[in-house]
């Protein structure tokens, strides 16, 4: 079946970087394009950046943009965040999911993983 | 980018109708058909439910509509069953070629 498990999540210090890790499975990842999804404690969903299926395009929300970096390894199924110079308002749970259609951005995610959580203390 | 402003919380009895309303600007979903609405309980991953303003994912119950007038797009379940108590998500492709969410609303079934 379509899954997707993220890694990399922990409880770091304010200004230390974390990188995370997504691996996809049961359908063809090179095709489609991925993003990553955060949600801090008892907010809403805050989208953060996506990056196309070849891995030619990227794009990030201001919050991060400069911080974060994202990318993907097509042989491997498996998408990155890195996570640079953290603050405390980058703790959430960090959610990849793939986009719903094939070999375009169309900016919806159908799959999502059960995130991992990045604590940040400052 | 602002997010789109949803309403906070939303009832109904079972049986009964809502309507889940999510308004932007013409930078995103007045300009783009590429609006989506997830269903997120508890403690679980955001579950997609309406596709491209409109449009049902295979195994989403037809109780679940979208539909969009101007910058304003919108959720209808019919039927309410107390498993559809959750949170639910609108969003839209936006001009910057970013994703915005809005704030979510807090669905009871009474």
């Known amino acids: 079946q379509v899954q997707l498990v993220e890694s990399g999540g922990g409880v770091v210090q304010a200004g230390t970087s974390l990188s995370l890790s997504c691996v996809a499975s049961g359908f063809t990842f090179s095709t489609y394009s991925m993003h990553w999804v955060r949600q801090a404690p008892g907010k809403g969903l805050e989208w953060v950046a996506v990056?196309?299926?070849?891995?030619?395009?990227?794009y990030y929300a201001d919050s991060v943009r400069g911080r974060f970096t994202i990318s993907r390894d097509n042989s491997k199924n498996t998408m990155y965040l890195q996570v640079n110079s953290l603050r405390a308002d980058d703790t959430a749970v960090y959610y990849c999911?793939?986009?719903?259609?094939?070999?375009?951005?169309?900016?919806?995610?159908?799959?999502w993983g059960q995130g991992t959580t990045v604590t940040v203390s400052s | 980018q602002s997010a789109l402003t949803q309403p906070a919380s939303v009832s109904g009895s079972p049986g009964q109708s809502i309507t889940i309303s999510c308004t932007g600007t013409s930078s995103d979903i007045g300009g783009y058909n590429s609006v989506f609405w997830y269903q997120q309980h508890p403690g679980k991953a955001p579950k997609l439910m309406i596709y491209e303003v409109k449009n049902r994912p295979s195994g989403v119950s037809n109780r679940f509509s979208g539909s969009k007038s101007g910058n304003t797009a919108s959720l209808t379940i019919s039927g309410l069953q107390a498993d559809d108590e959750a949170d639910y998500y609108c969003?839209?492709?936006?001009?910057?070629?970013?994703?915005?969410f809005g704030g979510g609303t807090k669905l009871t079934v009474l």
């Open positions: 990056i196309s299926y070849d891995g030619g395009k990227k």
């Open positions: 999911a793939k986009e719903w259609g094939s070999q375009g951005l169309y900016y919806g995610m159908d799959v």
């Open positions: 969003s839209s492709y936006t001009t910057s070629r970013t994703l915005v």
